[in-house]
């Protein structure tokens, strides 16, 4: 017997389906998995399918949602078409673009197919025009509040290990150091969690060249060249060999060149500095997340993720001088504790 909310939830889907869609009997919505957040995603028998949002307003920015929807769409990105919103409740129905998450796809074979189409959308969304009222500064403030969460949900929280204040000093000098790599680069239209769980590929037919929809995009902020690049090819959830990652970025370093969204030109060396420092502060923050993730929300599963997630840390922090301090913190304060969490003897060779 559904509850008051879930009956107002589907009266107002049947009230508010298109006039071009149809149920295929009683209305029944299927449960699907959700994302990070506080959404609940059903898909309905409906014909065609669609999928129905309930997104608490006070826990979800649904506005930034549908207008920057919108604007990703008035720019040719593809995202899930929304055929209805009701703000006050947090509904909303949207395009069902199926089941096919880029992730599972991706091996030694299609990953060259996959991720030239993958930065092909890259590029489209980072051709959007500039909207202060709708994109949100990727600015030194977030940035370091970011990386904030490494040091009270990873280190305090999860590993209980309490920082003492040269142990700080260090952490803060480091995410200084990041924040000037981040606001050197180009500012472009940024995502913000550009990767294989948030690309979907659309269409029935195996042999066509693969579309890809974007989602979870509400967090878009305007903010450093480099970031979805590095979210896209340094995937927290699936791992490629150092120089195939490089050559990838590389790449797309020339096709931002070609369409002068890189301007002024810099140097291979200079990019790749700035990608794999990008990509460091995106992991000290990923490590908090997932950590605040499985305590604060109970999504134990994200921990499994996070050795994945501390190899690509350490791996950019042995590169650069700037970072070597954090490195030889890391491996002699924290990777003692990691040892007895059960997450990380069992995700050790996570995305391997």
């Keep these: 017997m ?3 909310h879930q009956q107002h939830f589907h009266e107002w889907i049947k009230a508010s389906l ?19 957040g506080f959404r609940r995603y059903y898909r309905l028998n409906s014909q065609p399918s669609l999928i129905a949002v309930d997104s608490p307003p006070t826990k979800e920015n649904n506005p930034a949602y549908v207008n920057i929807a919108m604007a ?9 078409v929304i055929h209805a919103v009701n703000f006050e409740q947090g509904y909303m129905l949207l395009e069902d673009f199926g089941d096919q998450l880029l992730q599972p796809l991706l091996n030694d074979q299609t990953v060259a197919e996959l991720y030239n189409s993958a930065e092909t959308a890259l590029l489209e969304l980072q051709q959007l025009p500039d909207n202060r009222e709708l994109f949100p500064r990727y600015d030194a403030q977030l940035l370091r ?18 920082l003492g204040s ?5 952490l803060d000098s480091l995410y200084e150091q990041l924040i000037r790599s981040a606001e050197e680069q180009p ?4 995502h913000r969690d550009y990767h294989s769980r948030n690309l979907m590929v ?13 989602i979870d995009f509400q967090d878009a902020v305007w903010g450093p060249i480099t970031y979805d690049l590095v979210s896209l090819l340094k995937d927290c959830y699936v791992r490629w060999p150092l120089q195939q990652t490089r050559q990838r970025a590389l790449a797309f370093k020339a096709q931002l060149t070609f369409e002068k969204t890189l301007e002024p030109e810099v140097d291979d060396q200079q990019f790749l500095r700035w990608f794999d420092l990008m990509g460091l502060q995106r992991h000290i923050k990923v490590m908090g997340i997932f950590a605040r993730l499985a305590l604060r929300d109970g999504k134990q599963g994200y921990l499994r993720d996070l050795p994945l997630v501390i190899d690509y840390s350490l791996e950019a922090a042995r590169q650069y001088p700037q970072a070597s301090a954090f490195c030889d913190w890391f491996e002699q304060r924290i ?5 007895a969490q059960d997450w990380y003897q069992n995700g050790a060779e996570a995305g391997l």
């Design 18 to 36: 298109p006039k071009a869609s149809s149920l295929l009997g009683p209305l029944h919505v299927d449960a699907l998995t959700g994302d990070a």
């Design 335 to 339: 990777r003692p504790s990691l040892a």
């Design 187 to 190: 500012q472009v239209l940024v």
């Design 202 to 214: 659309l269409g029935a037919n195996p042999s066509a060249k693969k579309e890809l929809g974007i």
């Design 166 to 170: 040269e142990e700080t000093a260090m």
């Design 145 to 162: 509040d970011e990386m904030g969460l490494f040091n009270q949900w990873f280190v305090t929280e999860l590993l209980g290990i309490s």
């Design 72 to 80: 990703l769409q008035s720019n040719g990105v593809r995202t899930p």
């Design 2 to 4: 559904p509850n008051q």
